[in-house]
């Protein structure tokens, strides 16, 4: 029987224990957990590895993306990262997104938000302690921006995130 494909996007060295649980709890499901680390993306020698995790995307019929603190790698010579661009694939092939925030970086990202706009300050050189870059917040932004697939749920441990993915997968699936 075919069991659904589950995507997890996400920066590896800082959210590499909530990609581990995430792999158990997607096989405890009977879904199939597709992670980069565990050799689910096929590499193709004729491509970029980059491009490789992208080509996996649409092969997928759920796509989780964890934003943590950590931008990670840039997309080839692109002005967005790698996990980014995988997002980007979801979107464009209208694969189910459901969006994790690390809750202090959803908390400095309501803080830069609310301070982008004041001319008082420059809001570029605010110490945001749980990023290393703001171009993360623009990609928290890029997807709220969405006009649907666009729901971001903060988390503080992988509990949350399980909690969270039963309750969304049992109402996809009803």
């Not at 302690?129 to 703001?134: C, F, L, N, T």
Request: proline share 5%; net charge negative.
């Amino acid at each position: 029987m075919a069991s659904p494909k589950i995507f997890i996007s996400s920066t590896w060295y800082d959210l590499k224990y909530i990609r581990s649980n995430l792999n158990f709890f997607i096989n405890t499901m009977g879904y199939e957990p597709i992670l980069s680390e565990k050799g689910d993306v096929y590499y193709n020698p004729k491509q970029h590895v980059q491009d490789s995790c992208i080509n996996e995307v649409p092969n997928c019929q759920i796509f989780i993306l964890i934003i943590g603190g950590r931008y990670g790698e840039p997309y080839k010579s692109a002005d967005y990262s790698i996990t980014n661009a995988e997002y980007k694939a979801a979107v464009n092939y209208k694969i189910p997104i459901f969006t994790l925030v690390e809750e202090p970086v959803y908390n400095d990202y309501l803080i830069y938000v609310k301070n982008k706009d004041n001319k008082e300050i420059d809001y570029k050189k605010i110490v945001y302690p749980s990023v290393d870059s703001i171009k993360i917040f623009d990609f928290i932004a890029e997807v709220k921006n969405q006009s649907i697939n666009n729901a971001i749920v903060p988390f503080k441990d992988f509990v949350g995130i399980e909690s969270y993915l039963k309750q969304q997968w049992a109402g996809m699936f009803f």
